[in-house]
C-alpha cells in the first residue's frame, strides 16, 4: 500500500486553517470576527463553510453550547455552529452572506 496515498475529502489537514489565515505585519494572525450563526439539520453551515472558502474567505466554526457532543452522537450539532471569519474580510464575507440569504427567498 502506498503510504503517500492518504484520503482527505472533508477533513481538515493539521495546521490548514491557520495557514489560510491572514496575517498582520507583525506576523501574528490576524482576529477573527463573528460573521453569522448557521444551523447544522439542513447543512446551512456547511453550504456557507464552502462558499467563503471557494471565495477565499477562510473559516473558523464554533459549535454553541453543547453542540460538540451533538456532533460526536449524532453527527451534527443541535445548537447550530457560529462561523468566524478574519477581520480583515468581514465585509467581504458580510456581502456573500447577504446574496445567499436573498437567493433563499
Known sequence: MNDEFKITWGQYQHGELLDSWPRKDNGEPVEPQYLCTRTCNDMADQLTVNML?????????????????????????????????????????????????????
Open 53 to 105: 472558502r471557494a471565495y477565499g474567505i477562510p473559516c473558523l466554526c464554533m459549535e454553541r453550547a453543547e453542540g460538540s457532543l451533538g456532533r460526536v452522537v449524532l453527527g451534527i450539532s443541535g445548537y447550530g455552529v457560529e462561523i468566524f471569519v478574519p477581520e480583515t474580510l468581514l465585509n467581504d464575507a458580510k456581502i456573500l452572506i447577504e446574496e445567499e440569504n436573498n437567493e433563499e427567498l
